[in-house]
């Protein structure tokens, strides 16, 4: 007996440049095992037959979303600096004020483990009602090595407990601690945090703020190259406020993923596409700074698989990918095809998952159904959530 059997879909959005009208999903033991016009997959797989059968008759169905870069574990409320901002304080003055991260990172020192599982617990359940079904989630509100620890546990705990997948982050170089001189720290992080981190065992990336004020590229260096030492892959936040560097750095280091991008060069988009980096752009990031957006021209041209995430954290707090994706369409000027495919397969790509954010057969079985007849509602109903069904694994996780 198929386990699941999705059929009657307006749409089935395989890809930008597959698409099937009348479409029709078959699931069994969590994988995709039937994609196609909804006679011929219902012939081999009867709905009456299933035990769950979806009707999606007016609707679209799409791969789970991807949210290749979340910083979604925290505590405490920085919404004052939403307003800061807005009287035109910019972020680097915030921080410098002892606002912006540092000001979580004392929050987050203070809260409890199980305070901290619950915030993030709370998050995951808004991002699965809205079609997330795999998530990035980082540590680097601790800056020391008991909390980023403590953090990573929390991170490893979610992903036990909820059914979104969790993939953990370790950036223990997120920001220069109080009282604390950067390359100092940097090489704290390289010789005492990431050996804990390995020993650990949660952590399957390394990333870090390569950025003006923050981490020079030698410095980022220090600490990725660490990373690898001890197993963990590299990824880098680059060319988010200013051009440093740190995108080529991710090339050189061969990163999973290049982060934010919004002052990246033509030559940095070649050299990512050249070593298999995965570009990630953060449009929310540049709505709420006000900011101009990433351009994804370079990086297309260049033929590098693109990847756009929420950046859900204090400072730009949109847990949900549809509006990452109208951003990506409004902001970015992608097409709405394009946007989804980043948002699911590029996604996947920028996590080394590559069993995910597409529909085909031996895929795993993360599905959204979208009220709506195509891909196309989720950047267009941009004031709602256009989700109505989430299947994780096969299993209906979600339904509205």
Avoid: W
Avoid at 9 to 20: H, K, Q, T, W, Y
Avoid at 115 to 136: F, I, P, Q
Avoid at 177 to 183: Q, S, V
Wanted: hydrophobic share 45%; with cysteine; proline share 5%.
């Amino acid at each position: 007996m198929t386990r699941t059997v999705l059929y009657d879909a307006s749409e089935v959005f395989c890809g930008p440049d597959e698409r099937i009208e009348d479409g029709a999903v078959a699931v069994d033991d969590g994988r995709i095992v039937a994609v196609g016009p909804s006679d011929a997959v219902t012939r081999e797989h009867p709905p009456e037959n299933a035990e769950t059968a979806i009707d999606a008759s007016g609707r679209a169905v799409l791969p789970g979303f991807v949210d290749a870069h979340t910083h979604a574990l925290f505590a405490g409320d920085r919404a004052d600096e939403f307003a800061a901002k807005l009287r035109g304080e910019s972020y680097q003055d915030i921080l410098v004020a002892g606002g912006g991260i540092l000001r979580t990172v004392r929050a987050v020192r203070e809260a409890r483990s199980e305070e901290l599982l619950a915030n993030l617990r709370s998050h995951l359940d808004v991002m699965l009602a809205h079609g997330t079904t795999t998530v990035e989630v980082k540590s680097g509100y601790g800056l020391d090595t008991e909390t980023e620890l403590r953090m990573l546990d929390v991170v490893a705990r979610a992903d036990d407990a909820h059914p979104v997948d969790v993939v953990p982050t370790f950036m223990g170089a997120h920001a220069v601690p109080e009282g604390r001189e950067a390359g100092a720290y940097a090489t704290e992080v390289a010789t005492e945090q990431v050996p804990a981190v390995a020993e650990q065992g949660v952590a399957e990336f390394c990333d870090v703020f390569c950025e003006e004020g923050v981490f020079t590229v030698e410095q980022s260096r220090e600490v990725l190259e660490a990373g690898l030492d001890h197993g963990l892959a590299p990824k880098v936040h680059a060319e988010e406020l200013a051009h440093v560097g740190g995108a080529r750095l991710a090339a050189e280091v061969g990163a999973t993923s290049a982060d934010h991008l919004l002052h990246a060069t033509r030559e940095d988009a070649a050299a990512l596409a050249d070593a298999g980096v995965t570009p990630v752009f953060l449009p929310g990031t540049a709505f709420g700074l006000g900011a101009e957006y990433a351009d994804p021209d370079p990086f297309v041209a260049a033929d590098a698989p693109v990847a756009v995430a929420t950046d859900f954290n204090p400072n730009c707090y949109a847990r949900g990918m549809g509006f990452a994706v109208t951003l990506a369409c409004v902001g970015m000027g992608m097409t709405p095809a394009d946007a989804v495919a980043a948002a699911t397969r590029g996604g996947a790509r920028a996590l080394g998952r590559d069993d995910r954010g597409t529909l085909e057969p031996g895929a795993r079985a993360d599905l959204v159904v979208v009220e709506g007849p195509s891909h196309v509602h989720v950047p267009y109903t941009f004031g709602t959530n256009a989700v109505d069904v989430v299947v994780k694994d096969g299993e209906v996780v979600h339904a509205r």
